[in-house]
């Protein structure tokens, strides 16, 4: 049979194989024209060669991928993900992870010539840091994050915040250590007596009540320790002659009665506190 025959005959019917076996045979010739020496007849091809599939070797236009290095270094990534390929439908693809921005600051983009991958970032590396010999507002940088110190208002002073300012303020402390509640109390008829407090840096508060004629109580908010309490009702009444007395005082609350002294024997009296001063110090249980 001539195999020339044979190959051009296939190749005219468009018989081809969908697949080379590694032990099928592939024909290699030099495609040059034959020299003309003579007039009857030139001289034949040169000679031809053969070579198994698993043989054939020519520099390659599909090659592998790979990541440099193969094994990651500890927080790091790498680009070449994989390789598809089917037999059945003679293709092959590579895939490449794409680049991912977690953070608000970094965006990424592809250039306009379409040969860089771009990266831009609205944030800074900056740290912060606290200057002077006093006590430092700045605390440390986790991530992005800058962390500050809170501040914390202590005895005596108050903190208040606008959108650009942070006021301290601070309340003298009292020369002995102690705190005060300062009132006026007004009584009429057979009220209760009415209270304006003046001045209250105690934390603590008082509801008075008419027990009786001449006879008020006053009740703490928050039960106090009588032995640290200070009690001063000034002697400011209506009319004169008059009296008030503190007659009983526990951690609870504690009495004061009003007295006309006009007569041979003092009589408890009604509605004649007016702007009756109340002044009461309490110190530390030391």
Not at 35 to 40: F, I, K, R
Not at 63 to 74: F, K, Q, Y
Not at 111 to 129: F, K, L, M, Q
Not at 210 to 217: A, D, H, I, K, P
Request: a negative charge; glycine letters at 6%.
């Amino acid at each position: 049979m001539n195999i020339l025959t044979d190959v051009l005959s296939l190749i005219r019917r468009s018989v081809f194989a969908k697949k080379a076996e590694l032990d099928d045979v592939l024909i290699l010739g030099t495609n040059e024209q034959p020299e003309m020496t003579g007039v009857a007849s030139p001289i034949p091809y040169k000679s031809i060669k053969v070579i198994k599939v698993r043989d054939f070797k020519v520099a390659a236009e599909h090659c592998d991928h790979a990541n440099s290095p193969e094994e990651p270094a500890s927080g790091t990534a790498q680009i070449y993900q994989r390789t598809d390929s089917s037999d059945e439908d003679e293709t092959c693809t590579v895939y490449f992870r794409s680049i991912k921005s977690l953070s608000s600051n970094l965006t990424l983009a592809t250039s306009t010539d379409d040969n860089y991958v771009e990266i831009t970032t609205t944030g800074e590396p900056n740290t912060a840091a606290n200057v002077g010999t006093g006590f430092g507002i700045w605390k440390d940088k986790v991530g992005e994050t800058l962390n500050f110190k809170s501040l914390v208002a202590g005895s005596n002073i108050t903190i208040a915040e606008s959108s650009n300012e942070i006021t301290i303020s601070g309340t003298p402390a009292q020369g002995l250590g102690y705190t005060e509640y300062v009132s006026k109390i007004d009584q009429l008829g057979t009220n209760d007596p009415t209270e304006t407090v003046l001045s209250n840096n105690t934390g603590n508060s008082l509801t008075w009540t008419r027990l009786g004629v001449g006879t008020y109580g006053a009740q703490w908010a928050t039960p106090t320790a009588p032995l640290y309490v200070v009690l001063d009702i000034g002697q400011q009444f209506k009319a004169s002659p008059k009296i008030v007395e503190v007659v009983a005082h526990t951690n609870t609350n504690f009495i004061i009665e009003v007295f006309d002294i006009s007569a041979a024997t003092p009589q408890l009296v009604d509605d004649q506190l007016l702007n009756t001063p109340v002044k009461i110090r309490i110190y530390p249980s030391v």
